[in-house]
């Protein structure tokens, strides 16, 4: 076999045949993107978010793809509630094999006027909820010798960003959290990585006014917002069996604003 065959294979249509995949935040815009994304490689797919409604939806699409798929409606900042959902999935599938941390929020705000449940709530989604997460998760990992952790950063934590100052530190400490665990799981054949969006077509950001998003283009290399799609086929990626020798990364998907 050629390595270009090799390469094909590793990335093909059924390359995550008969593994599961819990994709947070997975109701909708970019999580909604990855779990079709992975759905489409062969994975069965779980949809948690706290939109009940819209992660039905989106499992019934993984399911037209001739998958299996649940959704749950869970609160990720409540342990007991993140736990309960991992066992029952492990109930079901027997399985965990990729675990996507995408659920996130943003209550914006200069520092001298953030209101402490500003702060507060966005660190509790964003970064306690993918520590709830990823904890629950990693011991079937370390029992099945093999899994990939990926969670979604995003460059404000590596640039910062005016007004997002709770955002930025939420997203910085994904990135040092994915790397110390990456460290702990290596050598039990789990792999942790990151992927930091820039700035994204989504609803938070189709809100923004219109000068602000031109401003927003013209820092970008490329002059464009990426889509959701973009961040998808990054994870996709990192999910597949080609990335099998890449941990503890974070991988910037943003038009080429930090470089």
């Given at each position: 076999?050629?390595?270009?065959?090799?390469?094909?294979?590793?990335?093909?249509?059924?390359?995550?045949?008969?593994?599961?995949?819990?994709?947070?935040?997975?109701?909708?815009?970019?999580?909604?993107?990855?779990?079709?994304?992975?759905?489409?490689?062969?994975?069965?797919?779980?949809?948690?978010?706290?939109?009940?409604?819209?992660?039905?939806?989106?499992?019934?699409e993984i399911r037209d793809l001739g998958r299996k798929a649940i959704s749950f409606r869970t609160n990720v900042t409540d342990g007991g509630e993140v736990s309960?959902?991992?066992?029952?999935?492990?109930?079901?599938?027997?399985?965990?094999?990729?675990?996507?941390?995408?659920?996130?929020?943003?209550?914006?705000?200069?520092?001298?006027?953030?209101?402490?449940?500003?702060?507060?709530?966005?660190?509790?989604?964003?970064?306690?909820?993918?520590?709830?997460?990823?904890?629950?998760?990693?011991?079937?990992?370390?029992?099945?010798?093999?899994?990939?952790?990926?969670?979604?950063?995003?460059?404000?934590?590596?640039?910062?960003?005016?007004?997002?100052?709770?955002y930025a530190a939420s997203k910085a400490g994904i990135i040092g959290f994915s790397k110390s665990v990456a460290k702990e799981l290596a050598s039990r054949g789990?792999?942790?990585?990151?992927?930091a969006p820039g700035f994204i077509e989504t609803a938070m950001t189709r809100v923004l006014p219109e000068e602000v998003r031109k401003e927003f283009q013209s820092?970008?290399?490329?002059?464009?917002?990426?889509?959701?799609?973009?961040?998808?086929?990054?994870?996709?990626?990192?999910?597949?069996?080609?990335?099998?020798?890449?941990?503890?990364?974070?991988?910037?998907?943003?038009?080429?604003?930090?470089?």
């Amino acid at each position: 076999m050629s390595d270009q065959q090799s390469s094909q294979e590793l990335m093909s249509s059924d390359c995550l045949s008969g593994q599961v995949a819990i994709v947070t935040g997975g109701a909708q815009n970019i999580g909604k993107a990855i779990a079709l994304s992975l759905a489409r490689m062969g994975a069965d797919g779980v949809i948690v978010d706290v939109d009940a409604e819209k992660a039905e939806e989106t499992a019934g699409e993984i399911r037209d793809l001739g998958r299996k798929a649940i959704s749950f409606r869970t609160n990720v900042t409540d342990g007991g509630e993140v736990s309960e959902c991992i066992e029952k999935v492990v109930e079901k599938f027997g399985r965990v094999d990729i675990l996507v941390n995408n659920a996130g929020i943003t209550r914006d705000n200069l520092l001298l006027r953030m209101k402490d449940d500003e702060w507060e709530s966005v660190l509790d989604v964003n970064l306690k909820g993918t520590y709830y997460f990823t904890k629950a998760v990693v011991r079937p990992m370390i029992k099945a010798r093999r899994g990939r952790i990926i969670n979604i950063a995003s460059i404000v934590g590596v640039m910062g960003n005016a007004g997002q100052s709770n955002y930025a530190a939420s997203k910085a400490g994904i990135i040092g959290f994915s790397k110390s665990v990456a460290k702990e799981l290596a050598s039990r054949g789990v792999t942790v990585n990151a992927v930091a969006p820039g700035f994204i077509e989504t609803a938070m950001t189709r809100v923004l006014p219109e000068e602000v998003r031109k401003e927003f283009q013209s820092a970008i290399p490329l002059k464009r917002l990426g889509v959701s799609q973009d961040v998808a086929n990054a994870v996709a990626f990192l999910a597949s069996p080609a990335a099998g020798y890449i941990t503890g990364q974070v991988i910037h998907v943003d038009g080429g604003m930090v470089m």
